[in-house]
């Protein structure tokens, strides 16, 4: 019983709070300017590895950034990306690859300020800094994914070798599809790590911030699949509006999982609200 009331004052707050602080309307700021990020980050992230001699980036960053959305959001987007990614590009340093690394930078800051406010913080940390922060993110991912995708190369050669020695492990080596989903799953679950401990203002542990991690990622399994399924049977997005269906779409289901994503934030505070009350009754 107690339990049970618990659940109950934590979901109150956390839902209360996203209401009263314009939840709805930041889950429409991180969807735009996540869309307006991912592409600036995709075109610097492809050439700073080309520079650094991965040339199979492109197609191993497409796969671990959209093999986790629906297929039917992922499959217009990706190809586009893909389309993008392919035109060659110069040097690393171009003022047009650092402006994208900038516009990506704004991705991390609505990240920033979504987490802010759901943790109830107030940001005192200079706007160099800050800036200064959410480019090591974007250097960080894009060398994460680099490294991944040099990984993702020489797995078949290392599994061939170690098949041509050890035959009898052949069962147990799965596919590169299989790991693709894997590499996949692990990114993001890192990544909500990382954004959620040092990205707001203030500090948390790693405790603090399970809670709401684990809701963020059964409600974007859950969001994910009543949205493809919506696709799949009712969408009417072709026809209202046209060439931009597939922008559109991709839009909506960035709302609905960054949405799902404060919410996270939100239940974090609750719980960490609701767990010092009990420590001021207790003493």
């Known amino acids: ?51 650094l ?9 497409v796969h671990i950034v959209f093999d986790t959305w629906p297929k039917e959001v992922a499959e217009p987007i990706a190809r586009e990306v893909q389309n993008v990614l392919g035109v060659r590009r110069g040097d690393v340093l171009t003022f047009g690859v650092v402006l994208a690394a900038f516009f990506a930078s704004n991705g991390v800051e609505a990240l920033r300020l979504s987490l802010n406010r759901a943790y109830r913080v107030e940001e005192r940390r200079s706007i160099i800094f800050l800036r200064l922060q959410s480019l090591g993110f974007v250097m960080i991912a894009t060398l994460g994914f680099t490294a991944i995708s040099v990984l993702l190369v020489i797995a078949p050669v290392a599994a061939n070798i ?73 969408s009417s997005y072709t026809t209202t509006y046209a060439g931009l269906a597939s922008i559109m779409v991709a839009v909506v289901f960035l709302y609905i999982i960054s949405a799902i994503f404060i919410l996270g934030g939100e239940i974090n505070a609750a719980i960490m609200r609701y767990r010092a009350a009990r420590r001021v009754l207790a003493g």
Do not use: C, Q
């Open 1 to 51: 019983m107690r339990k049970l009331v618990a659940l109950r004052r934590i979901a109150r707050d956390a839902f209360g709070h996203f209401n009263a602080d314009d939840g709805w309307a930041m889950a429409s700021h991180l969807a735009v300017s996540a869309i307006m990020a991912l592409f600036p980050f995709l075109i610097f992230a492809t050439a700073l590895a080309s520079f």
């Open 53 to 61: 001699g991965a040339d199979a980036f492109a197609d191993t960053a």
């Open 162 to 234: 170690a098949l041509s020695r050890a035959e009898w492990i052949e069962p147990y080596m799965g596919t590169i599809t299989l790991w693709r989903y894997i590499i996949a799953v692990v990114v993001l679950v890192l990544a909500l790590v990382v954004v959620h401990i040092w990205l707001p203002a203030g500090k948390r542990k790693l405790t603090d911030i399970i809670p709401g991690i684990i809701f963020t990622l059964l409600g974007w399994i859950a969001g994910s699949s009543v949205f493809a399924a919506y696709l799949g049977r009712f």
